[in-house]
């Protein structure tokens, strides 16, 4: 069974940092994402890791958030810095390989300020 499963969520004050964590199973994804989701708002991509190392993060989060990847692991990680109140959010780990994706069920990350 193929499965993404979060966790490394909490509550954290502004300037704060937390890191997330996406333990795969069942498959290599050749592109590991990370998506959030803020109450009344779209689901937003945050960052993308792919299997051969290559990063892109969106704006709202360069150079404060980090996405890295555990092959041996098939884990991929999130880390977050200088975290804001905008932050705030249901964060989802987000997989793709061969056509297929699969989603978590993600994690809540809130942010006081």
């Known amino acids: 069974q193929v499965q993404l499963v979060e966790s490394g969520g909490g509550l954290v004050q502004a300037g704060g940092s937390l890191r997330l964590s996406c333990a795969a199973s069942g498959s290599i994804f050749s592109s590991m994402d990370w998506y959030r989701q803020a109450p009344g708002k779209q689901r937003e991509w945050v960052a993308t890791?792919?299997?051969?190392?290559?990063?892109n993060y969106a704006n709202s989060v360069k150079g404060r958030f980090t996405i890295s990847r555990d092959n041996a692991k098939n884990t991929v990680y999130l880390q977050m810095n200088s975290l804001k109140p905008e932050d705030t959010a249901v964060y989802y780990c987000?997989?793709?390989?061969?056509?297929?994706?699969?989603w978590g069920q993600g994690t809540q990350v809130t942010v006081s300020s």
């Open positions: 890791n792919t299997l051969d190392g290559v990063t």
């Open positions: 987000y997989g793709t390989t061969s056509g297929k994706v699969t």
